[in-house]
């Protein structure tokens, strides 16, 4: 048996009939920038997140970087995110000129540990930019609470998690402003990039719009320095073809997960748990086992694709030597970073497919640690 770690080839089968002749009406009217596609889907997922605003853009890295340039934050800033996150997260800091300040993981949830914020916090903070990694909500009542204390921005980096619910409310509304992406493997994704910023601030919003398209309202009448950061046309008309799925899509995610749990519960390996606040919808499944290196060219032996999301935390790639961290600094992260495996995830998932993986994994403790 093969196990992919994603499959999108099986749910483009499915949606085929949908999503052609929404793109073929775009292509045979050849409006391929903004109208209406765009201006609907940002309507659509500004409703799906019960949040006022919505503003298509180019990627997840877009968003977030357009987000803090909405509050404007910039050169001699300083944002507070966690160490254990997908790079594109402290690009966009990074790429506003402002300095990314990390914080360690909490042990449980893999998440930023709010307890560690505080004295991460400087008279430079400007913005703390919280990750729902892996698509479990962090602790936002925590982060908001501290952010008006000492009068700070939010921004969730909710680019793992549309549609993940902290204390029963959806991401996207829980702070000043979300991003969103919408590359393919992602929860919601397009057949391309895409990204989006939701919010209930409608200044913000506004000049999110300016910033995405040349700060223009009207065309060639320029009111701030903006970008070319848009939404296609045709990556919107597939997201409005997928949105209506996405619910059934993270609760098959949610049921992989708990078959995981259960399958995997004799093994040596730590499996995620749901925060007590949390309702994650498992953009990744990720485990953790003392011979991460051996476990995984196991799996890929037995045609099982399993991955490691991220193998070097923030701190420690040569990209952001420039931060002055050091190993050691974040040892939750530093430790995870060395055991840490995701599992094949996606909503089409069977279950033999997941018993096989765990007969693997059963296998394995048997066979190479035994
Ligand atoms: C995917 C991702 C991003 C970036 O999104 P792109 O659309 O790839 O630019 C940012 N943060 C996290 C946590 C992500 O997983």
Redesign the pocket.
Known sequence: MNVPFVDLVSQYQGLKDQIVPAMENIMSKAQFIMGEDVRKFEQEFAEYCTSKFCVGVD??????ELALRAFEIGPGDEVITVAN??I??TL?ISATGARPVLVDIHPETYNIDVNKIEAAITPKTRAILP???YGQPADMDVINTLAKKHKLIVIE?A??AHGARYKGRRTGCLSDAA?F???PG?NLGAYG???AVVTNDEHVAEKLRLLRDYGQKQKYQHLIKGYNHRLDTLQAAVLRAKLPYLDDWNTARRRCALKYNAALKETALVVPVDANFAESVY?LYVVRVKERDELLSYLQSRGISAGIHYPIPIHLQPAYADLGYKTGDFPVTEHYAREIVSLPMFPELRDEQINYVAEAIMEFHEEIVA
């Open positions: 990627s997840g890295t877009s968003a977030l996150t997908f594109a997260t966009a990750v729902h990694l980096d680019c793992q991003a992406s919408f590359y992602k990039d895409g990204g953009h």
